[in-house]
């Protein structure tokens, strides 16, 4: 069966209920990718026994440590702590002597930033002014998300990450000195660590991103995965969750059953492509173009899962007539009841699977062979029952042979395209003004021929 012909079955739809949860029947809400075969526990070494293994030719490496290599993968099960609403968190080391800071961790960008001055919302900063090693690189950057946005000095320092590796490395970091609800009540966090592609790196791709540095100097596999462990827990209480954030590799104990990858059809945000929503068991029947307008994601950043606006309004539809419930149980300052919220949301430029369903898998992103794999996760479960699960693979003899929209343009080429456009206005623009002023020279030509007179402009434009 080719790779278009085997789809990957999530059914999403965690009954997210801290109470009566082993009561509700099971509702799922599917939705099939296009996806590569599964991988299951025999395809790399497990551990046991014996040396440690080392990465695998394919880009894959198991949470073993490698021989003499910086990593320490187990190190870094249960290093992450957080919830689907305030997002999951890392703690990281900064500047020499060393500051720790609670960094965001967020597959939706590609920046690596933290507070670097007071704020009402956050704890602590990174002072560089007390960082030996810190070094400025002369300009700013201002990074704006769908919600919040922040502007900082670019620099560079030293970073150590306590729970995974056993050396410090030197990465780019901007230190925030101006934002607008990026920072919000109740986070526990001061920074922002973007795992996406260096296409979204802000202000160019040429600044190298946290993660590929990582790989670089740490000599790890280009993969890294997550487990965030928040299903069916409130997004607003006063605890934390835990969670893992494997850089380098997949841990076993962090998942259960097969891995199903989805290849990754743009190397900037994590881009996959969705071939059909179900509810219930019923298909939303819609054209699978329209469930990837313009672009399907996976960015552990945004709290729901965002559909397109068409999308949204006829999964509504049919959660209303199937009587389906798709929520999260909220905790309300000063209420002593129980309330809950519709995990989705519409969303006006993409469907984005955010921390609500990816609470309820391991999620590798294998970015050395470009595609993105769910396994079930054993922490996804309330009352014992798991909320999620995954199996495949599908016909899509139903299926549009191509799902994904044409690609909107990426920032270089964008300027490209408009320098070019801008050169040919003004060449056009020459022309007419010499076309213009002719006649005129013409009848006030002198009388010698060989006395020429002649003057030239040269049109400049911008773009800003």
């Not at 509700?24 to 099939?32: E, G, H, M």
Request: aromatic share 10%.
């Amino acid at each position: 069966m080719g790779a278009l012909a085997r789809a990957l079955l999530l059914p999403l739809l965690a009954q997210w209920l801290l109470r009566f949860a082993a009561a509700l029947a099971p509702a799922p809400f599917t939705l099939p990718l296009q996806v590569a075969a599964a991988t299951g526990r025999g395809a790399a070494p497990t551990p046991g026994p014996g040396p440690p293994a080392k990465p695998r030719a394919d880009g894959l490496a198991f949470a073993l440590e490698p021989s003499g290599g910086a990593a320490n993968f187990l190190a870094m099960v249960d290093n992450l702590q957080g919830d689907s609403g305030r997002g999951y968190y890392l703690e990281v080391l900064i500047g020499t002597p060393p500051q720790k800071l609670q960094i965001l961790v967020d597959t939706g960008s590609s920046n690596f930033a933290v507070a670097g001055a007071p704020h009402s919302y956050i704890d602590s900063y990174f002072d560089t002014k007390r960082s030996s090693t810190y070094h400025p690189k002369g300009f700013d950057v201002t990074v704006k998300y769908t919600q919040g946005s922040w502007t900082g000095l670019v620099g560079e320092d030293i970073i150590t990450i306590p729970k995974g590796f056993n050396r410090s490395f030197v990465v780019n970091v901007a230190t925030i000195f101006e934002s607008e609800n990026f920072f919000l009540p109740g986070i526990k966090w001061n920074g922002i660590l973007g795992l996406a592609y260096a296409a979204l790196a802000k202000p160019s791709s040429s600044l190298e991103t946290f993660f590929d540095s990582l790989v670089t100097q740490a000599e790890i596999p280009n993969v890294f995965s997550m487990q965030m462990c928040g299903a069916g827990i409130p997004v607003a209480g006063s605890g934390t969750n835990g969670g893992s954030l494997v850089l380098g590799g997949i841990e076993p104990s962090l998942y259960k059953g097969d891995i199903w990858y989805t290849p990754i059809k743009e190397e900037w945000y994590y881009q996959i492509e969705i071939l059909k929503l179900e509810i219930g068991g019923q298909s939303l029947n819609l054209d699978c173009r329209e469930y990837n307008a313009d672009k399907a994601i996976v960015d552990s950043g945004t709290t729901l899962l965002r559909l397109p606006q068409k999308v949204f309004n006829a999964v509504v539809e049919a959660v209303a007539r199937t009587s389906l419930l798709y929520i999260q149980p909220m905790m309300g300052a000063g209420l002593n009841y129980e309330c809950y919220r519709f995990g989705i949301s519409p969303s006006m430029n993409a469907l984005v699977i955010g921390a609500t369903v990816m609470e309820g898998f391991y999620v590798v992103f294998d970015r050395a062979r470009k595609r993105v794999g769910f396994a079930a996760s054993p922490c996804a479960e309330i009352a014992g029952a798991p909320v999620s699960e995954i199996s495949g693979p599908f016909s899509t003899d139903d299926i549009a042979s191509n799902c994904v929209p044409t690609l909107p343009l990426n920032e270089p080429i964008l300027w490209i395209v408009s320098y070019t456009l801008m050169s040919v206005c003004g060449i056009i623009l020459l022309v007419l003004i010499i076309l213009l002023l002719l006649p005129f020279r013409c009848r006030h030509l002198p009388r010698d021929p060989e006395v020429v007179s002649d003057e030239s402009s040269l049109v400049r434009h911008r773009w800003k």
